[in-house]
């Protein structure tokens, strides 16, 4: 008799997890590409973020060694602007978010990249995100004094660090760690001015490592984890902190594996995701669309 339950229970979670893999088929659709970089001066992208003011709009930056710039991509991955952030050291950016605060919106560029876990502290860029002209290639520079650098402090100590979002539900700075065998869920209020070390504490933990880009949906109902072979996704249930939706099982989503593949962003219109990848050997990098089907 136990035997036939125990044969029983074991058809059934098989039959739950094909019916959750069908379920997660039909969330959101293969990759369509929609272009490459043609510029040859982003050529390794660490971030990605859809942009608020600009429709169909996404900036991005490069990887530790670059100038402190962030550029504007179309949604076929044509260059449209850059932006030079004024008096900011660049030692390794590594992911760009989003958030709302009084009826406008600012981008957060994350200083968190720390290959060998040794500095004490890492910074966050905040600045009002801006409104581009129709104009090819526009170039501009955002002034020292338009952005607040934030000193934050992992409460466990150093960490290396490739994800950032902000989410407009908490209000609240999350920070995911990358090389861990179970990666670090760390957060912090972010006040509207600097003022001393903000304290990153640890809120809980994912079972995934290598963990290279993550984004929040608009709404804050849903929230994006990759690494350079998966996708992982989450939706929100009513009145959940992002520490308990974080801690039940991801949803694998579709994913083709890009070279050197870090950024991922939701679309601002919920219509689905993107991903773009670095250009690694000798490959494009190429602007990908999952479009969303549910």
Known sequence: MRS???LIALVTGCLAVLCMRGQEETVFA???AKGKISNIEIDEISGLIASARNPSRFWTHNDSGDKARIFLLDDSAKHKATYHLKGVPARDWEDIGIMERKGRHYLLVADIGDNKGRYPHVRVY????PLVSARKHAVDTIPKEQIHAFKLKYENGPRDAESLFFDPVD???????????EVGIYCTALPETPAGTLMLRKVGSLPHTFITSADISPDGSEV???NLMEVFYWKRKGGESIPDMLSRPAMKLPYKPEPQGEAITFSRDGSGYYTLSEKALRMDAILYFYKRLL
């Open 224 to 226: 994006l984890v990759k």
């Open 126 to 129: 905040l600045f009002e995100e």
């Open 4 to 6: 036939k339950t125990k």
């Open 171 to 181: 209000e609240r700075l999350y920070i995911i760690s990358k090389r861990e065998l």
């Open 30 to 32: 293969h990759r369509q």
